[in-house]
T-cell receptor
Framework: DAGVIQSPRHEVTEMGQEVTLRCKPI?????LFWYRQTMMRGLELLIY????????DSGMPEDRFSAKMPNASFSTLKIQPSEPRDSAVYFC?????????????FGPGTRLTVT | AQSVTQPDIHITVSEGASLELRCNYS??????LFWYVQSPGQGLQLLLK??????LVQGIKGFEAEFKRSQSSFNLRKPSVHWSDAAEYFC????????????FGGGTRVLVKP
């Protein structure tokens, strides 16, 4: 399997611009997770989906952030408008609880820089 | 709410020496516990996990961890460190359905001296 795929790997944008991060989970996995990693706050769970339905979005920092999962093989995390404090590495992960795969498989991350 | 503490931010160890990384968690129920490793510029890779059963868990790359309920700890060990073990290590506790909602510790960065 190709693993979790994230794009782009690096994104540099100016404050106020819209940013869209993309994730393709491992085929057959039914849960998808978005994390953010910063020096100050470490690794934080932003939102997770089960069977394409958002289950817990309590980690989403504010209304500027939104996430969607239109089908089992694709998810987006959008920031609009972006701010410098959104600069971080964003990870996507997936697993299949129904299949007994409780551990999450992480993608390589997207490094976002907002100037 | 659950929480994870990794008391050591940095650890330096000589190649061939043993390594122990500490992890303490706070969670009201039986925890799902994980150790992940992150190499520079990479995503996280699972080293091992504990859900139930034998409290000594074996993982990949020669790592093991011991769950101690009385101490709320899940420390990671390796008997002999290799230079390739230099990385950042994260302990995590999973809550919710099947432990899906992960809370990570702050991480411990391991440096390996030749």
């Amino acid at each position: 399997d190709a693993g979790v795929i994230q794009s782009p790997r690096h994104e540099v944008t100016e404050m106020g611009q819209e940013v869209t991060l993309r994730c393709k989970p491992i085929s057959g996995h039914n849960s998808l997770f978005w994390y953010r990693q910063t020096m100050m706050r470490g690794l934080e769970l932003l939102i997770y989906f089960n069977n394409n339905v958002p289950i817990d979005d309590s980690g989403m920092p504010e209304d500027r952030f939104s996430a969607k999962m239109p089908n089992a093989s694709f998810s987006t995390l959008k920031i609009q408008p972006s701010e410098p404090r959104d600069s971080a590495v964003y990870f996507c992960a997936s697993n299949n609880r129904a299949g007994g795969l409780y551990e999450q498989y992480f993608g390589p991350g997207t490094r976002l820089t907002v100037t | 709410a659950q929480s994870v503490t990794q008391p050591d931010i940095h650890i330096t160890v000589s190649e061939g020496a043993s390594l122990e990384l500490r992890c303490n968690y706070s969670y009201g129920a039986t925890p799902y516990l994980f150790w992940y490793v992150q190499s520079p510029g990479q995503g996280l890779q699972l080293l091992l996990k504990y859900f139930s059963g034998d409290t000594l868990v074996q993982g990949i790359k020669g790592f093991e961890a011991e769950f101690k309920r009385s101490q709320s700890s899940f420390n990671l060990r390796k008997p002999s460190v290799h230079w390739s073990d230099a990385a950042e290590y994260f302990c995590a506790v999973g809550a919710g359905a099947a432990g899906n909602k992960l809370t990570f510790g702050g991480g411990t960065r391991v440096l390996v001296k030749p």
